[in-house]
C-alpha cells in the first residue's frame, strides 16, 4: 500500500474535515451577510434569553467554520458595543472547546499514528508539543489564519486541553478586540461586513500580526526541526 493511498484511507475523515472547515466560511459569511441585509433589524431589541441564545449559537457556528470569527466579532460589535464583550469571549471559548471534541472525536489519533511512518515530521510534531502555548498564540492572533481549521489542527495534535482553551482566548484577544471596536464604530451593517474600513492603523496592525504570526511560527518550527534533528544525531552516536 502507498504511503498516499493509506493517508486517504486512514484518515479520510481528518482530511475531508480539514477541508470542509476551509470553504464553509466563506458560504456562511456570505449567506449571512445576504440575511442581514434582507433583515438589519435581526438583532436589535433582543431580550437577554435571545441574546444567551445568540452567543450560543454564533460558538457552534464559529466550532463548525459557518462563520469566520472576524465576522462575528464585527457583527456582534456592531449590534451589541461594548456590553457584548464578555458574551463574545465566552463565545470564543466554547468554539474552541466544542471544535476540539470534534476534531479528536473524528480523528482519534489516527493522524499522529500516520506520522510515525516518517520518523522526522513524527519528531518535529513532538518537540512542536512542548511549546503548544507559544504555538497555539501564534495560530490565533493571525487575522488570515482559519479559527476552526486551526483549531482542527492542534487537536489533532494532541495538546493538553486546559492550555489549548486558555491560549486560544489569549491568542485571539487581539485582532478580535480590534475588529469587535471596528463594529461598534460603524453606522451600516452591510457596509461593514462587506468591507470593513480598518483605515491606515488597522492595516498595520492587521499587517504587523500577520508578520508576527507567519515569522514566530518559522522560528518555532525550524528550532523544533533542529531540535529532532540533534535528538536523532544523539541516539545514532549512542548505538
Do not use: C
Request: aromatic fraction near 12%; glycine fraction near 6%; hydrophobic fraction near 55%.
Amino acid at each position: 500500500m502507498s504511503v498516499l493511498k493509506e493517508l486517504f484511507q486512514k484518515n479520510a475523515s481528518t482530511l475531508v474535515s480539514m477541508f470542509l472547515l476551509v470553504a464553509l466560511p466563506v458560504l456562511g459569511s456570505s449567506s449571512l451577510t445576504f440575511l442581514l441585509y434582507r433583515n438589519q433589524e435581526l438583532l436589535l431589541q433582543l431580550t437577554p434569553a435571545q441574546t444567551a441564545l445568540y452567543f450560543v449559537v454564533i460558538a457552534f457556528t464559529m466550532a463548525f467554520a459557518f462563520t469566520p470569527t472576524t465576522f462575528v466579532a464585527l457583527v456582534t460589535g456592531f449590534y451589541f458595543s461594548w456590553a457584548g464583550l464578555p458574551g463574545m469571549v465566552v463565545a470564543y471559548a466554547l468554539a474552541a472547546l466544542v471544535g476540539y471534541q470534534i476534531a479528536t472525536s473524528l480523528d482519534h489519533g489516527r493522524m499522529l499514528s500516520f506520522l510515525r511512518h516518517f520518523p522526522k515530521a513524527d519528531a518535529v510534531m513532538r518537540e512542536l508539543k512542548t511549546e503548544s502555548w507559544q504555538l497555539i498564540i501564534l495560530t490565533r492572533i493571525s487575522p488570515v489564519l482559519p479559527f476552526a481549521l486551526m483549531t482542527f489542527v492542534l487537536a489533532v495534535m494532541r495538546i493538553d486541553r486546559r492550555k489549548f482553551l486558555l491560549a486560544s482566548v489569549v491568542g485571539m484577544l487581539p485582532r478580535s478586540l480590534f475588529f469587535y471596536w471596528l463594529g461598534t464604530k460603524a453606522q451600516d451593517v452591510i457596509s461593514l461586513v462587506s468591507d470593513p474600513d480598518t483605515g491606515t492603523a488597522g492595516k498595520l496592525l492587521v499587517i504587523g500580526l500577520i508578520i508576527v504570526s507567519v515569522f514566530g511560527l518559522y522560528y518555532l518550527f525550524n528550532r523544533a526541526l533542529k531540535r529532532a534533528l540533534n535528538r536523532g544525531t544523539e541516539k545514532t552516536v549512542e548505538k
